[in-house]
């Protein structure tokens, strides 16, 4: 199966927590932040007044309680609104 996002709508699939810091110290699963960046796994076909931005592979964050989790062959997805991304990560 695979999901097609409608109107404004972009799948994302959230990049893995990290679990040391850059100092090296070892995080456990309770203490990991849950990353805002993501990967773009599908994107909408837009709206008249929207024009999507993002393309298919691109990184990028989002906003922090946004979207609806969505879980589909065991691989976690994220479905957000265009304008709940606010920067593509180069």
Avoid: C, F, W
Wanted: no cysteine; net charge negative.
């Amino acid at each position: 199966m695979k999901l097609v996002p409608l109107a404004d709508r972009v799948v994302l699939k959230q990049l893995e927590a990290e679990t040391t810091t850059k100092t090296g110290i070892i995080l456990t699963s309770s203490a990991q932040e849950k990353p805002q960046e993501a990967e773009v796994v599908a994107v909408g076909p837009g709206t008249e007044e929207i024009k999507m931005e993002v393309q298919v592979g691109q990184k990028v964050i989002y906003s922090k309680y946004s979207g609806t989790n969505v879980t589909l062959d065991d691989q976690e997805y994220i479905v957000v609104r265009h304008n709940d991304i606010l920067a593509i990560v180069e």
